[in-house]
């Protein structure tokens, strides 16, 4: 797997939180507030965490699709490979919308490719991607780095006190 | 929402894949190809885009655990959210695992803090974190970024024309 990162989360700002609207709504006169079991999550303001990650899937499903094309170019039509492989060096994939609003600009046949990355990260999102899959690694990587974790700080400490 | 990014993904090479292992077994003495419908994801070796992912979405689950144990010190331990915030702005959350095993051998009182964090993400990502909404809001935000972007294109050219 390759180095870099989906969560480079150190700019997320731990000033004080706008109230969150998930467990109250406003009913009649009055505020009701409704149980809910769930933990309170401060600083996503009107989103959700759901929202966020989506939106940063949604740039990586981009990401995935350029890389999709990409290789499907290389075995058919090498000058396309050769043109979107330029395209590449001097546009940032960070943000897949404006990567693709890009290429679309950029000629006729470059468009003609930016509409069939829009066709594959679409179909990707929604026939190819394991979902079910993702909920499954995620879980058992946290379980598996907690233990690592508690393991690693047990066996070091008990190795400082022998 | 905040403008921070889970998908920085200008560092990933293009570079030649290495073979892709979900579509091919060894079975006997020789080479089966098994077809599949999915599409074929260069560049993912030995691992899968949803490992990929999940691996992001580990690094942010340990960034809302931070928030929703640091919200909660807020309300009922003045003290100690005082050190935690301290040891953000010492730490950065981009490694989530590295964060923890730091805050773990910082004192006992922080690692107290760690065993909670490492409790609140692995509730968090079973119980909490909405997945089928995650999957419907990335669905829904490709489409709608899709007609944006073809939307945008077409009423740019037909002002052009005009």
New interface residues.
Partial sequence: ??????????????LP?KPHNRTRIKRRNFFTTIQCN????????????????????????T??AV??V???LESYNREAHAEL?EF?ERH???DG?KF??DL??ESPRH?TLA?RI?E????????????D???R???K???D??TR??R??VL?VSHEES
Same sequence: chains 1, 2.
């Fill in positions: 797997m390759e180095s870099s990162t989906l969560v480079p989360v150190s700019q997320f700002s731990f939180p769930k933990m309170y999550v401060p600083g996503f303001g009107e989103a959700s965490p759901e929202a966020k990650a989506a939106k940063h899937l949604h740039n990586f499903f990401y995935i890389r999709i990409n290789a499907q492989m590449l940032s994939l960070n919308n693709c609003a679309m600009r468009k509409l829009l594959v990260r679409s179909a990707y999102c929604k026939n190819d991607f394991e979902w899959n993702l909920k690694l995620a879980s990587m946290v379980d780095h907690n974790l508690m690693d700080y070091e």
